[in-house]
Nanobody, 123 residues
Framework: QVQLLESGGGSVQSGGSLKLSCATSGVPYSLYCVGWFRQGPGKEREGVAT??????YYADSVKGRFVISQDGTRNTVHLQMNSLEPEDTAMYYC??????????????????WGQGTQVTVSS
């Protein structure tokens, strides 16, 4: 059974940093792409960063500021977010799926999602 649990959200000022974590179970890292997505107020869900084995992918809006990584057990995926901007304010979700690993939102029917963690960046 696949389970994803996000943590680490919070409120920071512009320029600050946060580190999100996604604890996974039932997600063999060699078979699944795991990624972070976000949905801001009144916006569609969008991809932030994804990882498959050693390959990482980033949305243009976060390149150079965010880093996705896995811990040594490969069971937890982190998202280090630096130089945060008010535009980064959103609910952040962790997702896992088998298939093409990009920052495009995967088919909901064929993917697993966590409950989300809120990130709020104030100016």
């Amino acid at each position: 059974q696949v389970q994803l649990l996000e943590s680490g959200g919070g409120s920071v000022q512009s320029g600050g940093s946060l580190k999100l974590s996604c604890a996974t179970s039932g997600v063999p890292y060699s078979l699944y792409c795991v990624g972070w997505f976000r949905q801001g107020p009144g916006k569609e869900r969008e991809g932030v960063a994804t990882v498959y084995v050693t390959r990482t992918y980033y949305a243009d809006s976060v390149k150079g500021r965010f880093v996705i990584s896995q811990d040594g057990t490969r069971n937890t995926v982190h998202l280090q977010m630096n130089s945060l901007e008010p535009e980064d304010t959103a609910m952040y979700y962790c997702a896992a799926w088998r298939g093409a690993c990009t920052t495009q939102v995967p088919n909901i029917a064929n993917s697993f999602w966590g409950q989300g963690t809120q990130v709020t960046v104030s100016s």
